[in-house]
């Protein structure tokens, strides 16, 4: 399954909403209802870190400014006010089939 | 706390041979599917293979698939990998990373660096 994220780039000034999409190639629904869809931030010279399970559940200690959404194919993580710690490459990941992918990341920048 | 730290990092020429581990503290191991995945430096991440709970099913990226070997001691817990025949497009840093158990990596350790060249 491919999964591609746009933008690749994103600029984004302190306080404003930023949004990602995330497509698969083919439906994420897994036995009726649930689409096994995560969202990781890496922060420059760190590992990755979840944010968003399940599509739209939020990690442990994820910020609520943090939101997942969508279904089937096409999937969205947003960002309600950004942050100068927000920084850092943004990835979606499918878990419906194996083997899991991921998405080439978009990069958040601040202006 | 939960923590995964790899080691077993190095260099390597191609066709040789290398083991990771990854030590797991603050959790029962036992109880998670846990994965390997790498990212090339100044790249994305890319799933290279997972282990059940129990050792019992084991699944491989196709690109190493017959030369990495993924095993688990939960006894001892850890995580292995053993990656032989390894390749120029085997480098990467390699992270291993606990499956939450709805198919996402709820933890991650700091990351072993791979790295293949003549």
């Known amino acids: 399954v491919v999964m591609t994220q746009s933008p690749l780039s994103l600029p984004v000034t302190v306080g404003q909403p930023a949004s990602i999409s995330c497509k698969s190639s083919?439906?994420?629904?897994?036995?009726?209802?649930?689409?096994?869809l995560s969202w990781f931030h890496q922060r420059p010279g760190q590992s990755p870190g979840r944010l968003i399970y399940?599509?739209?559940k939020r990690g442990s200690g994820v910020p609520d400014r943090f939101s997942g959404s969508g279904s089937g194919t096409d999937f969205t993580l947003n960002i309600s006010r950004v942050e100068a710690e927000d920084v850092g490459v943004y990835y979606c990941?499918?878990?419906?089939?194996?083997?899991?992918?991921f998405g080439q990341g978009t990069k958040l920048e601040i202006e | 706390e939960v923590q995964l730290v790899e080691s077993g990092g190095g260099s390597v020429l191609p066709g040789g041979s290398l083991r990771l581990s990854c030590a797991a503290s603050?959790?029962?191991?036992?109880?998670?599917?846990m994965s390997w995945v790498r990212q090339i430096p100044g790249k994305g991440l890319e799933w290279v293979a997972n282990?059940?709970?129990?050792?019992?099913?084991?699944y491989y990226l196709a690109s190493v698939n017959g030369r990495f070997t993924i095993t688990r001691d939960n006894a001892n817990n850890s995580l292995s990998l053993q990656m032989n025949s390894l390749r120029v497009e085997d480098t990467a840093v390699y992270y291993c990373?606990?499956?939450?158990?709805?198919?996402?990596?709820?933890?991650w350790g700091q990351g072993a660096l791979v790295t293949v060249s003549s």
């Open positions: 603050g959790f029962n191991l036992q109880t998670h599917w």
């Open positions: 399940k599509v739209s």
């Open positions: 990941m499918q878990g419906t089939y194996w083997p899991y992918t």
């Open positions: 990373a606990r499956d939450d158990g709805v198919r996402a990596f709820d933890s």
């Open positions: 083919q439906s994420l629904v897994y036995s009726g209802a649930n689409a096994y």
């Open positions: 282990i059940k709970q129990d050792g019992s099913e084991k």
